[in-house]
């Protein structure tokens, strides 16, 4: 097949968005003939629909085959199901193998069975550049077949197959966003997380072993923002303060070279750092006076973004957090000791919590919010599959709890979109009762 007799077609969502810049990076690295490709930007895979089966449309006239790669989160899935339903609705009616349609990303990921049973001729579950790399080289060699490729599932009669991975990415061998279509995002500098929280898909997609991006590495990535006129340099990590290392400590060295060698990078120009801050922040238990002396050296932030999770001893031991309040109170104190806001992210809603730890999680609350430049982030509980208290649900809160909230809402003590969060968890339960969203015992698997 000659690269222009195949054409990918990108649903390119908001949400999903560093998904695609990254997946696109890769094919532009590495693949063999690159193939056309054509974005359809869309909110979210709601807002833009016909505009995307126009595209589709008209792609298949003039294509003989079409790709549609769709990455997605459980918390997308409502908006995921429109456009999915859809696209197999063209597919019905042209011979099947003229458009490939494949899932990849935290949902499929995290649900592989329920997503191939969405309609996906295959999905890909966890980091997926190499994967996907092959797959497209493979559909461009050989037209006419489903390229079968490590890390993918698909179905056989029924039964979920599954190749596995040989192992894990290293992320140096693969750009941190797409120049080639000028999708550009924060620049992952680690991927893995060695936490394991309970709640969280990050370490069941990518793992427990760290795997950093170089300092000259990222320096690469800098000069190629600064080049396109981009100054403000933000990064991708579970946990910003475990650059360097295995996550249980703070290589305060590696981290002072990786800032200031951003630093001496943007010097003479407006470009700023941003270190801890979203889309990424840091492990309270990490936070020490060294380190927080040294960033605070580089960065263009006022606040850092702390992982609570919990007021509650209890409820953190429950969702293997791997710290205590105590930790959480001490990275408070610490940040504002040396000048700098804190912004502390407390989930409600999680499984194992009781009128107790609800009120000891206000208690801290109220606490933190007294201490100074203090902003609470308040989040709802969304059950991920994949996860493994996903079959457990989320916790109603009770009346006079919620009032508390709001109180604390009313006062700009807190912010956040926690209601919305709420619908989202009531959505993706009912999509879990209803056999939308499959788990790991319900169906068979044969790896091959």
């Known amino acids: 097949m000659r690269g222009e007799d195949l054409a990918i077609l990108v649903p390119y969502s908001r949400d999903s968005r560093y998904s695609y810049n990254v997946l696109l990076a890769a094919l532009e690295k590495f693949l063999h003939e690159l193939p056309d490709v054509f974005i359809v930007r869309m909110r979210n895979y709601s807002l833009g629909l016909t505009k995307f089966i126009n595209s589709l449309t008209s792609l298949l006239t003039r294509y003989r085959r079409v790709l549609i790669p769709m990455s997605f989160k459980t918390t997308e899935l409502d908006q995921a199901l429109t456009l999915i339903n859809k696209i197999l609705e063209v597919k019905r009616k042209i011979p099947d193998e003229r458009l490939v349609f494949v ?76 120049v080639l279509h000028r999708l550009f995002n924060p620049i992952e500098i680690t991927r893995g997380c060695s936490g394991r929280c309970f709640f969280c898909q990050v370490p069941f997609m990518f793992g427990g072993v760290l795997r950093h991006r170089t300092i000259d590495n990222v320096v690469h990535h800098v000069k190629l923002m600064l080049k396109f006129k981009l100054r403000d340099v933000r990064f991708i990590s579970p946990n910003s303060l475990s650059y360097g290392g295995n996550g249980r400590e703070v290589r305060v060295e590696l981290i002072d070279e990786l800032l200031s060698r951003i630093h001496e990078v943007l010097r003479g120009s407006s470009g700023r750092v941003f270190f801890g801050t979203f889309p990424s922040e840091v492990r309270p238990e990490m936070v020490n006076d060294e380190v927080i002396k040294v960033i605070k050296k580089y960065i263009s932030n006022k606040r850092i973004i702390v992982g609570a999770q919990s007021g509650s001893d209890n409820v953190l031991k429950a969702i293997n957090r791997g710290h205590t309040v105590d930790d959480v109170i001490n990275a408070v104190s ?115």
């Not at 700098?340 to 194992?352: E, H, S, T």
């Not at 009770?398 to 006062?411: F, I, Q, T």
């Open 103 to 178: 899932g990849g990303g935290p949902h499929p990921s995290g649900d592989p069975m329920g997503s191939l049973k969405l309609g996906f001729d295959a999905v890909f579950i966890g980091e997926s550049e190499d994967s996907f790399v092959n797959f497209v080289n493979s559909l461009m060699e050989r037209p006419k077949e489903l390229p079968i490729v490590d890390g993918m599932a698909w179905l056989e009669d029924g039964v979920m197959c599954f190749k596995p991975r040989r192992g894990y990415i290293d992320i140096n061998n693969y750009p941190a966003f797409s």
């Open 334 to 448: 610490t940040l504002l000791s040396n000048g700098l806001g804190a912004d502390v992210d407390f989930i409600f809603g999680l499984p194992f919590e009781d009128d107790e730890s609800i009120n000891e999680t206000l208690n801290v609350i109220y606490r933190l919010a007294s201490m100074g430049d203090v902003r609470i982030h308040l989040h709802f509980y969304m059950p991920l599959p994949g996860t493994p208290i996903f079959k457990l649900g989320y916790k109603e809160l009770p009346e006079n709890a919620m009032r508390k909230v709001m109180k604390l809402l009313g006062k700009g003590k807190a912010y956040g979109y926690w209601l919305r969060q709420k619908e989202i968890a009531e959505m993706i339960m009912k999509y879990y009762r209803d056999g939308v969203i499959l788990t790991r015992d319900m169906y068979e698997v044969k790896v091959v």
